[in-house]
């Protein structure tokens, strides 16, 4: 069963932690991995590219915002 989130997304039930978030065109969700490390999933919109970063702590969403405007791809 998905949760309702207030941006209207739709998270996948998880017996792990999770977190979702939206920044400019970008859906970036937030896994804690069974090893311990936390996968991030960062989407654009319409089925563009996906790219994939891991961290070994919860990244805050500043954290994130900063990571995603020091890329190329961004």
């Keep these: 069963m998905a949760i309702e ?6 998270l996948e039930a998880s017996k792990r932690p999770r977190d979702e978030y939206i920044h400019n065109l970008w859906r970036i969700q937030i896994d804690l991995h069974p090893d311990g490390y936390w996968t991030w999933m960062i989407e654009t919109e319409n089925n563009g590219p996906v790219y994939f970063h891991n961290t070994d702590s919860r990244p805050t969403y ?11 791809w961004s």
């Design 62 to 72: 500043g954290e994130i915002q900063k990571w995603i405007a020091d890329q190329s």
């Design 5 to 10: 989130t207030p941006l209207e997304l739709k």
